[in-house]
């Protein structure tokens, strides 16, 4: 019998890993022991930094070198692990810090993948060892002011050959790490025959300036930046070999857009550790708000989310490994999980009640975070149109 008033071990809380289902049980005994140490990493090194930061919307540079220490780039191509690893991992760091996760996603994600994916096997010899070690920071720059769903036909950033080199102008935005990072991936059109390039771009070349995006409500302590290129002249030779269409660039899309969907389940997961520890500690006539059934019920809700995302993220990393996995089964994860993630997060703040709006509980972070995730890697309503194309064979997307 489950006594209301009975006192809880705040540190002990059942299933406090949060796999209600044991989804981990499906690593490998020797995955389950990395991803261990991960959870020491985050724990150790940004989840006692994560709410700071966000609020003062800094990055810390210095956690840079101990990302490079802990060794967690590309875990599937370059260390051999699962999707599913892979997608449990990312799910960890979200949980820890949406930012953080943010970083990684795009440099260890779009910015990483777009360079396995696309570069020539002489290209990746030269760049990818400073790319995995953390001395290179990395950004991609495809998002315009003016081209967002659209950019895929819309790309208005111009690339037009000089002899050995390549002239690149326009503009991006939101691009992600662009304030501080080395290298960036810059897609642009090229006027010769209308179809979007990818190209690496050092950061330090004239005509290149990133201006940081204030103000935000949502991972703040990611620096997303506006992009200006004003006549750069980018040699031939950092041009991506394989980077030559839009249907390439969507290559490293599709995976990206996996990274996204965990994202959905970690932020998940955060709003249920905060929403679950309050509901216990938190006193209220007398009693602790978790011994009231409609706030178990919201819990319970919760867990349910984050169950029915996690399985259908598992069974698509499985795909993934399988070399199966298809667009438009990214882009239903995509819409799904995060749909579901919004529903979560209300739930947990509502717990909360007014100490929901600071992030003094971190709470607030947490459900203001997960806007900026639900929107980015195509939005809902574009993910729903890829999904509807692929079961009725006809496209609604103007």
């Known amino acids: 019998m489950t006594v209301p008033n009975a006192a809880v ?5 059942p299933y406090a890993d949060g796999d209600f289902y044991g989804f981990e049980q499906l690593l490998s005994a020797a995955e389950r022991e990395r991803l261990q ?4 990493f985050l724990a150790k090194e940004i989840k006692p930094i994560a709410v700071d930061c966000w609020n003062r919307g800094e990055f810390p540079m210095e956690l840079i070198p101990k990302l490079a220490k802990a060794n967690l780039m590309s875990p599937v191509r370059r260390q051999g692990h699962s999707n599913v690893f892979a997608g449990i991992v990312h799910a960890e760091f979200t949980r820890a810090d949406a930012s953080i996760a943010t970083f990684m996603g795009v440099h260890d994600g ?4 777009a360079i396995e994916l696309l570069a020539s096997e002489e290209q990746k010899a030269a760049w990818l060892p400073d790319i995995y070690s953390l001395k290179k920071i990395g950004a991609f720059g495809l998002t315009e002011p003016l081209g967002g769903s659209d950019v895929a036909g819309g790309t208005r950033t111009t690339a037009v050959r000089d002899g050995g080199n390549w002239i690149l102008n326009g503009a991006k935005r939101w691009i992600g790490n662009a304030t501080f990072s080395d290298w960036v991936v810059i897609y642009a059109r090229d006027l010769a025959d209308n179809q979007v390039k990818a190209f690496m771009v050092d950061t330090s070349l004239a005509g290149y300036t ?3 995006i204030e103000n935000k ?3 703040r302590t990611v620096q997303n930046a506006d992009i200006t290129l004003e006549n750069v002249v980018v040699p031939d030779s950092f041009k991506l070999a394989g980077g030559n269409s839009f249907r390439d660039t969507n290559k490293v899309l599709k995976v990206t857009r996996l990274s996204v969907a965990w994202q959905a389940v970690g932020q998940q997961m955060a709003a249920f550790d905060a929403a679950r520890r309050y509901a216990v500690e938190r006193q209220q006539f007398g009693r602790p708000i978790a011994s009231f059934q409609l706030v178990q019920d919201q819990l319970v809700k919760m867990l349910g989310n984050i169950v029915a995302c996690t399985g259908m993220m598992v069974r698509l990393a499985q795909l993934e490994d399988q070399g199966l996995a298809k667009d438009e089964q990214s882009a239903l994860a995509k819409a799904f999980t995060t749909a579901r993630m919004r529903e979560t997060v209300v739930m947990g703040r509502s717990i909360f009640g007014g100490n929901g709006i600071v992030t003094d509980y971190e709470m607030a972070k947490i459900f203001a975070d997960a806007e900026a995730i639900y929107s980015y890697e195509g939005t809902y309503e574009i993910n729903t149109l890829v999904t509807g194309r692929a079961i009725t064979g006809i496209s609604a997307i103007v």
């Open 9 to 13: 071990d705040l540190n002990n809380l």
């Open 37 to 40: 140490e991960i959870r020491d």
């Open 110 to 113: 779009l910015f990483t993948g």
């Open 210 to 212: 990133a201006t940081k």
């Open 217 to 219: 409500t949502a991972l």
